[in-house]
């Protein structure tokens, strides 16, 4: 991978998690919708958070530890929709999260152990 995209990837991750938080607690009148299900906008938003943290950190043992510490950031996010205006919290949307995360981990553990 470039180096200078190496350097960079853990900052996008980050810049994830911020834009995650954001949507997740904006109140439910100023949540900007893509038109897609809701449980498509959380599958893609954790996949692509997943895709980017499996990037910066690709070493195989990591990815146990991003599926974990994401899960756990997403439910945390559900359950702070309880207090934001207009939203609530749901399971479903947590599960749909988590099989982004799960997906992309598979994905990219398959990728790398491709044969060239």
Same mark, same amino acid.
Do not use: N
């Given at each position: 991978?470039?180096?200078? $995209?190496?350097?960079?990837?853990?900052?996008?991750?980050?810049?994830?998690?911020?834009?995650?938080?954001?949507?997740?607690?904006?109140?439910?009148?100023?949540? =900007?919708?893509?038109?897609?299900?809701?449980?498509?906008?959380? $599958?893609?938003?954790?996949?692509?958070?997943?895709?980017?943290?499996?990037?910066?950190? =690709?070493? %195989?043992? %990591?990815?146990?530890?991003?599926?974990?510490?994401?899960?756990?950031?997403?439910?945390?996010?559900?359950?702070?929709? /309880?207090?934001?205006?207009?939203?609530?919290?749901?399971?479903?949307? /947590? +599960?749909?999260?988590?099989?982004? $995360?799960?997906?992309?981990?598979?994905?990219? %553990? +398959? $990728?790398?152990?491709?044969?060239?």
């Amino acid at each position: 991978m470039i180096a200078s $995209l190496r350097r960079v990837l853990p900052y996008a991750f980050a810049f994830c998690l911020i834009v995650l938080a954001v949507l997740s607690w904006l109140p439910g009148d100023d949540v =900007p919708r893509t038109g897609f299900a809701g449980k498509l906008e959380h $599958l893609v938003a954790y996949a692509g958070t997943m895709l980017i943290g499996g990037l910066a950190w =690709p070493d %195989r043992r %990591r990815a146990p530890i991003l599926v974990g510490g994401l899960a756990s950031y997403a439910a945390v996010m559900e359950l702070g929709q /309880f207090v934001a205006p207009g939203r609530h919290a749901s399971v479903w949307d /947590f +599960l749909a999260g988590a099989a982004g $995360l799960v997906a992309t981990a598979i994905l990219l %553990r +398959l $990728l790398k152990t491709r044969p060239a």
